[in-house]
């Protein structure tokens, strides 16, 4: 099955093997109207929250789709989340970033306002600009049928990500280190804290300042380099992450 519908509202006892489930608004519209379900077609179903339902579509109105659950699959969280820190880009480079990055399995986005990022995130602008991530997030993570869909977080200034560096392993995408991330070992990524995250900081397409760079290293952040080249603040994010999955031996 290659498509995913969402419902946050659902709990896995409402998704038990054999019950009725009805699928509502726009993902109703979408499955009745763009994608032609009918009845006795299968579906997946997910709730965004670690369970997803193989259904049977037993009737499908673009206001209404009857579900029947056919069989639950629930996956745990991973233990130590992978976050992508994408600095605010112009245009729609950042939403690029954050939508790829979901794709190769980002658990978390968090929103950098850099000293060079051109756009601007301030009053009414953070709750829309969250507000547009997040819808990134939910197409991207349909698209790759995630089970769990990660939150896109508030955005943070450099010194609001150095507080991560007390739990969390912060890597700092810099093409000027000295380390590569792809020599790195799980055990230079995963924090000794239970509680850590593993964080990814891609700058704008100016790049890091000298200052944000000490400030960060300085605090405990390692910087790494991906290749001899240098990628797009678009593509550098999704990038580090393949290279994150495969040391944490997810990939």
Known sequence: MSNLYLDES??????AVGSSVLLTGEEARHAATVSRLRAGESILLGNGAGVLAECEVLRA???E????V?????RPREEHRIVLAQALAKGDRDERAVQAAVEVGADAIVPWQAERSVSRWSGEKIEKGVARWSKVVREASK????AWIPQVRQP???AGLVRHTQ?????????RAERSLSGLSCHDIVPADPRGDVLVLVGPEGG???RELEVLTTSGALAVRLGQNVLRTSTAGPAALVLVNVALGRW
């Not at 659902?10 to 998704?15: D, G, S, W």
């Not at 698209?143 to 995630?146: E, F, G, P, V, Y």
């Not at 739990?167 to 093409?175: A, G, I, N, Q, Y």
Request: no cysteine; hydrophobic share 35%.
């Open 167 to 175: 739990f969390s392993r912060l890597l700092v995408l810099d093409p």
């Open 156 to 158: 943070e200034s450099t």
């Open 208 to 210: 890091l300042t000298d």
């Open 61 to 63: 109105t673009p206001r």
């Open 143 to 146: 698209q790759s049928l995630r």
């Open 10 to 15: 659902l709990t896995a006892e409402k998704m």
């Open 70 to 74: 056919r069989s639950l699959e629930h």
């Open 65 to 68: 789709v009857e579900l029947r």
